[in-house]
């Protein structure tokens, strides 16, 4: 549907929402008036928020399309309401200019706006570089470790130096293989409790340093993934005194839940990145209100049912977000710091990061937005996943806020 007119919707404009109005969509593109005919959607005062862009996508295909399709990671985005995203896929590693072709021709299908990291090294293995120069030359926005640890520290200096040619930033979760040891949670009296190996922050804080180090010492910018620590934003604010080139996000769920969760034993916990203490999550709300975390990232994994519905031990790590990013989390981000950081947290700045122009809600420009009704609870089944995945921690549970309708490359999809 490429037109539609929402009624009694406040749009956000100049940092504020302004008072409940008529918004015409029109080929894409806010304008002032709408054909005859046009359809109607009475959005009852909810507010009409630039959309989202996501950091961090994996949507499994090819290699995996057994779990996941790209098909399923566009319709998880329309019905989240995100315009674009940041795609790097653990299985599928774009470490040679074909792969990259052929993803921008699969991605070009689905109207959104995306950007894809290259691997700097070959299948994420660090043992062979890739076509860093190629990859640049051919639209990679930066080169990503597929969040795995590059534990060989002089490989990493001769991608980061090669890379360097390129002026491109790396991507990195920070997270040491040696010291995680096999673990699954945060170390602490949780963990210990449960008798449950645990992963310790020197594991992110110690693989953090290194690669400062490095980009340091070789000048090279790079953005930390899913940091989950405060002694992690310590680090980036005393590297960025030095004046290093470094920027990083937080997980949508690291905001939202803290290791006290493992008591529950649920599989859908069970994360890449381990929940941290109460006081990690309150240090990570911390860092956005001073701005040394600059973006709230999804990192959207999806995993089948089955290899969830089983120990938390033996269950494979990953979490989808797209569908209830927005609804779980704008309310307590908003009411902290403020609906115009809020936007600039979750849309403006992810896709500054990725080289991607934001959303803007301005009459002539491209309209991609997302209408939420901040104040009407959203119960979290099954069905509103996309694909036949539903590993969310927030299956079951009920959201403060939620999606009516987005309007995403000049198409409009009803909640």
């Not at 995680?180 to 449950?196: K, Q």
């Amino acid at each position: 549907m490429p037109n539609m007119v929402l009624n009694n919707v406040r749009p956000f404009v100049n940092g504020k929402f302004g008072k409940p109005t008529k918004m015409c969509l029109v080929d894409g593109a806010w304008t002032d008036s709408a054909p005859e005919g046009t359809p109607e959607f009475d959005a009852k005062g909810a507010l009409a928020i630039p959309a989202l862009f996501g950091l961090g996508l994996d949507f499994k295909e090819p290699l995996r399309d057994d779990i996941y399709t790209f098909k399923d990671g566009v319709c998880a985005m329309r019905r989240g309401g995100f315009f674009g995203g940041l795609y790097e896929s653990s299985a599928n590693p774009i470490d040679d200019s074909q792969k990259l072709t052929a993803m921008q021709q699969l991605s070009a299908k689905s109207s959104l706006e995306f950007a894809f990291l290259g691997a700097f090294s070959m299948g994420f293995l660090c043992k062979d570089l890739s076509e860093m120069v190629e990859l640049a030359q051919g639209g990679a926005v930066g080169f990503g470790d597929g969040n795995r640890d590059c534990s060989r520290t002089r490989f990493l200096r001769l991608a980061m130096e090669y890379g360097s040619m390129t002026g491109k930033r790396f991507f990195f979760m920070p997270l040491d293989d040696s010291l995680r040891h096999h673990g699954l949670v945060h170390e602490g009296c949780y963990a210990d409790t449960l008798g449950m190996k645990s992963i310790p922050r020197i594991a992110e804080t110690i693989a953090a340093f290194r690669i400062l180090e490095m980009s340091r010492f070789l000048n090279v910018p790079v953005h930390f993934k899913q940091v989950s620590c405060g002694e992690t934003l310590k680090l980036v604010e005393m590297a960025r005194a030095q004046g290093v080139d470094v920027t990083c996000d937080v997980d949508i769920y690291h905001l939202l839940i803290d290791d006290s969760s493992l008591f529950d034993l649920n599989s859908n916990f069970n994360v890449s990145m381990p929940f941290r203490s109460a006081e990690d999550r309150e240090a990570l709300w911390k860092g956005l209100e001073s701005g040394t975390v600059n973006a709230i990232s999804m990192n959207h994994d999806p995993v089948l049912g089955q290899d969830k519905e089983v120990n938390f031990e033996d269950a494979v790590p990953g979490a989808v977000s797209l569908e209830t990013a927005l609804p779980a989390i704008w309310k307590p981000l908003s009411e902290r710091l403020g609906a115009a950081r809020a936007v600039e947290l979750l849309s403006t700045a992810p896709a500054q990061l990725a080289g991607v122009a934001p959303a803007a809600l301005e009459v002539g420009k491209r309209a991609d937005v997302v209408i939420l009704d901040p104040d009407s609870p959203m119960s979290v089944g099954a069905s509103l996943f996309a694909g036949q995945v539903s590993n969310s921690p927030l299956l079951g549970k009920t959201l403060p806020s939620k999606i009516l309708g987005t309007y995403l490359g000049g198409v409009w999809t009803e909640v």
